[in-house]
Nanobody, 113 residues
Framework: VQLVESGGGLVQPGGSLRLSCAAS????????MGWYRQVPGKEREFVAE????????DYADSVKGRFTISRDNAKNTVYLQMNSLKSEDTAVYYC???????WGQGTQVTVSS
């Protein structure tokens, strides 16, 4: 199992970013996929998840209405569209596969003016 995140960077408050997570080594469409984030000194927290077929999604209250999780099973990729970013969204964002402790290496998102 390999998960590789990309798309992080520095963005001003109110801006947008789209994160991608390219997956390999397993039957991607069979698994829920999720995004989590972590800031130094705090536990990793849930951000969003999506079902295998993409028909079911769930979000942390802190990102509802601003973030959208999606997936392209033909490309074995899950996305996180982040809009109206706030300074408190600054964190390392990780991709995770359900059913097993499989994580990507993380991508840094910094929201600052």
């Amino acid at each position: 199992v390999q998960l590789v995140e990309s798309g992080g960077g520095l963005v001003q408050p109110g801006g947008s970013l789209r994160l991608s997570c390219a997956a390999s080594g397993f039957a991607f469409s069979r698994y829920y996929m999720g995004w989590y984030r972590q800031v130094p000194g705090k536990e990793r927290e849930f951000v969003a998840e999506i079902s295998g077929a993409g028909g079911s999604t769930d979000y942390a209250d802190s990102v509802k209405g601003r973030f959208t999780i999606s997936r392209d099973n033909a490309k074995n990729t899950v996305y996180l569209q982040m809009n109206s970013l706030k300074s408190e969204d600054t964190a390392v964002y990780y991709c995770k596969r359900a059913l097993g402790n499989y994580w990507g290496q993380g991508t840094q998102v910094t929201v600052s003016s």
